[in-house]
Structure formats: structure tokens, C-alpha cells
């Protein structure tokens, strides 16, 4: 079993930034690939990147590609998304998700076994 809890959202400016946190419980976090997604209000849930379980691999989405980064540290339990040069459509609550079979990267909501509660990220101009 393992417990997510995503913290770091809120308001930004265009062009701003900010770093998303999600710390796990459990002692076989490491063993797990992670995600993080994201949903606008009336709009699908959709994925915006993933790293595989050591960290080695990593696959973003095209609308997000060269602005956010996420990153995995094992020690603390806990993976990042830096979201840099934000824009107003990254309007979004932001999810992360833990998948069992952590050597792949997976893009797929049904593909991950946990889920955060999820943080609000809004940007205006």
C-alpha cells in the first residue's frame, strides 16, 4: 500500500513558476515507476509526465516538454514537478500516482495502482 500527498500548488502569474511535491509512504516507494497528472474543470484527466522507479527514464507530454521537470528521490520518499514558464493552460489540479510496475514509462491513468488527493495549480496573467 502506498500514500500520496501532493503539496506545493497555487497561484502563479504567466511566465511564473513553481515545484510540486509528493511524499509516499511505504517502504517500497522506490520500486515504483511515478506520475503526475492533471485535470482542468470539464476537461479529462491527462498525463504530464512520469519517471521510472530508479529514476533512470523520464516522458513528458508534448504540452509541457522543456518547461517542467519531474525528478525522484528515493531517500525521501518523494518526486518533484519544477513547472517552469508557466501558461494559463496549465490551469489544472495536479495528480500524482504511483504504478507497480515501475521500469515502465506509463502515460496511461489506468495504468497506476495509487493517487493522490491533488493540489491546485492556477496561472493568470
Known amino acids: 500500500q502506498v500514500q500520496l500527498v501532493e503539496s506545493g500548488g497555487g497561484a502563479v502569474q504567466t511566465g511564473g513558476s513553481l515545484r510540486l511535491s509528493c511524499a509516499a509512504s511505504g517502504r517500497t516507494f522506490r520500486s515504483y515507476g511515478m506520475g503526475w497528472f492533471r485535470q482542468a474543470p470539464g476537461k479529462e484527466r491527462e498525463f504530464v509526465a512520469t519517471?521510472?522507479?530508479?529514476?533512470?527514464?523520464?516522458l513528458y507530454a508534448d504540452s509541457v516538454k522543456g518547461r517542467f521537470t519531474i525528478s525522484k528521490d528515493n531517500a525521501k520518499n518523494t518526486v518533484y514537478l519544477q513547472m517552469n514558464s508557466l501558461k494559463s493552460d496549465d490551469t489544472a489540479v495536479y495528480y500524482c500516482?504511483?504504478?507497480?510496475?515501475?521500469?515502465?514509462?506509463?502515460?496511461?491513468?489506468?495504468?497506476?495502482?495509487?493517487w493522490g488527493q491533488g493540489t491546485q495549480v492556477t496561472v493568470s496573467s
Open positions: 519517471i521510472s522507479w530508479r529514476a533512470y527514464s523520464t
Open positions: 500516482a504511483a504504478d507497480g510496475a515501475g521500469w515502465n514509462l506509463q502515460s496511461a491513468p489506468r495504468a497506476y495502482d495509487y
